[in-house]
């Protein structure tokens, strides 16, 4: 079979007057190339039911002739401008029935809320509808039911909700394990490799344009910036290109490379039946929300502080009061006291401390927002601390002080493995 013609569809009046940026396409554009997929065409379209239904229809037409397998988010919604379902059923010529596990879902809602069953709306019961003899797509964040319904021999319209936080988790556990079930993807070996704390813009200038003339014919690259790291991406047919590519970027990088840092660190930790515990002070608790994501993370992870202020770190971490007062408690000392402090309070195996000033306020010219100190107590006892200047806003440096933290503790796991 030839990789299928993708096209991603997104719906929405919304959109389409520019009063809603479209975030959903791009980002399954980006997750369909990393698993080895090109997308021919995005497509946005108003809340136009003849519109959405003559687009459908030229891809069905399309179908044909080779694969065709069409993205389309939006317009499963229950107020009246959802006409995702009503399309497709014109399309396809069937009917719809209600999920069971949906409606349960949506009863036990309602339940809740103190309600009844009766009280829910005709709209709202809609959103646990699809076509028959469809593939469903559960959802396991929101009520609306996405679905796979077929359009011609290995085509598929795929469609599933506009909001980003209930497509993304239906596209990552639901439709990619089918889609690598039914498409291969086009013949093509893919590299991925992560570079922390330098810019898209510097990676392509110093690496990418580089060596573009004996690194890259017959090898395509992408890059996705994330924050505190970017996503190095290279495809090609042939794999020791590939491998060329990569031992270059390596070489190039020592020691800012690596590879998924969540996935590592988790399965690293269990399999070598390693623990870690967390002190936190700038992030308020994200780096034990990431290291506590995956399923299992009970293992390995004992538990943390959040020791926000002067006071709980001393009293909690036993952080000195002249360390605070004669290095503040945005400093090396402070981080590295911190560190101690969490092992031997919780004899972990490898222990990890953040503090920082996110601001917007806080700074001082010797200090200014963005200033993370991370400490890092390893299995063989030894202590590091590294120092950091964030870029962005409050958000953006909470979220890369507790990502770079991850990369900390996936190169202390890596060394200890060599």
């Known amino acids: 079979?030839?990789?299928?013609?993708?096209?991603?569809?997104?719906t929405g009046s919304e959109i389409t007057a520019g009063r809603?940026?479209?975030?959903?396409?791009?980002?399954?554009?980006?997750?369909?190339?990393?698993?080895?997929?090109?997308?021919?065409?995005?497509?946005?379209?108003?809340?136009?039911?003849?519109?959405?239904?003559?687009?459908?229809?030229?891809?069905?037409?399309?179908?044909?002739?080779?694969?065709v397998l069409a993205l389309m988010t939006g317009g499963l919604g229950p107020t009246e401008d959802d006409y995702t379902l009503e399309t497709v059923l014109k399309l396809s010529g069937k009917k719809s029935y209600s999920v069971e596990k949906a409606k349960i879902r949506l009863q036990r809602i309602y339940e809740s809320r103190g309600k009844q069953y009766s009280d829910i709306l005709p709209t709202v019961i809609r959103q646990t509808h699809v076509p028959e003899d469809c593939k469903t797509l559960d959802n396991s964040v929101g009520i609306a039911v996405g679905f796979m319904e077929s359009i011609g021999v290995d085509s598929y319209l795929v469609c599933m909700p506009g909001v980003p936080s209930e497509m993304k988790e239906m596209f990552t556990r639901r439709l990619t394990p089918e889609l690598k079930r039914i498409y291969p993807r086009e013949n093509l070996v893919q590299k991925t490799k992560w570079l922390w704390n330098i810019g898209e813009s510097l990676y392509q200038k110093d690496f990418v344009e580089t060596h573009r003339e004996e690194?890259?014919?017959?090898?395509?690259?992408?890059?996705?910036?994330?924050?505190?790291y970017i996503k190095c991406i290279f495809q090609s047919t042939d794999s020791n290109k590939l491998e060329t590519v990569v031992a270059a970027l390596e070489s190039q990088y020592p020691k800012i490379i690596s590879d998924d840092v969540f996935t590592f660190v988790h399965e690293e930790l269990i399999s070598k039946k390693l623990t870690i515990a967390v002190g936190e002070s700038c992030t308020g608790g994200l780096l034990g929300k990431k290291l506590t994501d995956p399923p299992g993370s009970s293992s390995y992870?004992?538990?943390?502080?959040?020791?926000?202020?002067?006071?709980?770190?001393?009293?909690?971490?036993?952080?000195?009061?002249?360390?605070?007062?004669?290095?503040?408690?945005?400093?090396?000392?402070?981080?590295?006291?911190?560190?101690?402090?969490?092992?031997?309070?919780?004899?972990?195996?490898?222990?990890?401390?953040?503090?920082?000033?996110?601001?917007?306020?806080?700074?001082?010219?010797?200090k200014p927002v963005g200033t993370v100190w991370i400490g890092i107590k390893s299995s063989d006892g030894s202590i590091e601390s590294h120092s950091y200047l964030f870029p962005g806003n409050r958000e953006s440096i909470r979220e890369n002080a507790s990502n770079t933290a991850l990369f900390l503790i996936y190169q202390s796991l890596k060394q200890r493995k060599v």
């Open 1 to 10: 079979m030839e990789a299928p013609y993708i096209v991603i569809i997104a």
């Open 301 to 366: 992870f004992i538990g943390g502080f959040l020791t926000y202020s002067n006071d709980l770190k001393q009293s909690l971490l036993g952080v000195s009061k002249d360390t605070l007062d004669q290095f503040g408690a945005v400093s090396k000392e402070t981080a590295i006291a911190m560190a101690k402090g969490i092992s031997e309070k919780t004899k972990a195996d490898y222990s990890i401390s953040i503090t920082g000033i996110a601001g917007p306020d806080g700074g001082s010219d010797e």
């Open 20 to 67: 809603s940026l479209d975030t959903n396409s791009g980002w399954m554009a980006n997750q369909l190339f990393e698993l080895g997929w090109k997308v021919k065409k995005i497509i946005a379209l108003p809340d136009d039911p003849d519109l959405i239904l003559s687009e459908l229809q030229i891809l069905k037409k399309l179908s044909e002739s080779r694969p």
């Open 215 to 228: 690194l890259f014919e017959g090898v395509e690259w992408g890059v996705t910036a994330n924050r505190g």
